[in-house]
């Protein structure tokens, strides 16, 4: 058995259906049993606990073979990440009392550095303040997800555009799709190993907006073209989007970090595992929701 957080969205999902397709037992732990009744047809055992109830999560990660742990997340978090920090308050204070015999970590590219990282500092602060419980632990460093386009497919089908702050934009740059952090997460959780363990989880290959583009035009049927956001721009166009003004300085930091060339794989020390999953097989996915 083992337990997952996030069962009810992108990443946690696709870890729930990897463990259940090798034949594993799964305890998903949810807020609302009600949006998670799919996964209880599925012969999932559903744990509801709050991500600051503290006693309801050690109940949750105690009895099982291993669990995996991921923070919600904030894209545009209060300055010093304080909901991050008081998260990860409860997880450490439950984790240390349920002490699971492993657990694995939704972390991030870039997050073994200490600045510059913006949004990704959330997953800097996860390995920092979880990592030093005692039994193994496997933090998995996932590119930028091929699914965040899913905000693109209004404007690509009704504009024949894309907006990129990623750039340049023939640049290839670590994307990856959700069910290959799934499959990976999966796949760690039933291995034995001592210590801990950080592991890249990229895509295929890599992948540059303009490829992003000529994904969406493939699925749509009509020319899609790529546009660079100039950098004085970005805060203008988030706030348009929906994101409170005076909150968008992490995320600029984290896409700075991207193009620069800061925020990388390859760091020393870590595994790497590259994903299957084509670009093409998400944006068709995306687009068929939408």
């Known amino acids: 058995m083992y337990a997952v957080m996030g069962i009810t969205g992108n990443v946690g999902g696709a870890v729930a259906r990897s463990l259940l397709a090798r034949g594993e037992k799964v305890r998903g732990i949810v807020r609302n049993p009600e949006k998670a009744a799919e996964w209880q047809r599925q012969g999932v055992e559903l744990f509801k606990a709050d991500y600051d109830d503290a006693e309801a999560l050690t109940a949750a990660f105690s009895g099982v073979d291993g669990v995996f742990v991921m923070v919600p997340p904030n894209f545009a978090p209060a300055p010093g990440y304080v909901e991050t920090k008081a998260t990860l308050e409860v997880l450490h204070k439950a984790l240390s009392k349920a002490r699971p015999p492993k657990a694995v970590y939704l972390s991030s590219i870039g997050a073994e550095q200490t600045s510059g990282l913006g949004l990704i500092t959330s997953s800097h602060l996860l390995e920092q303040t979880l990592g030093d419980l005692p039994f193994p632990h496997a933090f998995l460093r996932a590119g930028w997800f091929f699914e965040n386009s899913a905000g693109d497919v209004a404007s690509a089908r009704d504009e024949g555009r894309i907006q990129f702050q990623l750039y340049p934009l023939d640049r290839k740059f670590y994307l990856v799709a959700t069910a290959d952090i799934g499959k990976a997460g999966a796949e760690t959780l039933t291995q034995s190993w001592k210590g801990t363990r950080h592991i890249e989880v990229a895509g295929p290959e890599g992948t540059s907006p303009m490829e992003i583009a ?3 035009a ?15 721009q970005w805060e203008t166009l988030w706030v348009s989007q929906g994101m409170p003004e005076g909150r968008t ?3 600029a930091e984290m896409v700075d970090g991207f193009n620069s060339g800061w925020i990388h794989f390859g760091v020393a020390g870590t595994e790497h595992v590259d994903g299957t999953t084509p670009l ?6 995306l687009v068929s929701l939408s």
């Open 218 to 232: 493939d699925v749509l049927g009509r020319p899609v073209e790529a546009v660079a956001v100039p950098r004085d």
């Open 214 to 216: 000529e994904a969406f």
């Open 280 to 285: 093409r097989d998400v944006v068709a996915h």
């Open 249 to 251: 300085a992490p995320r």
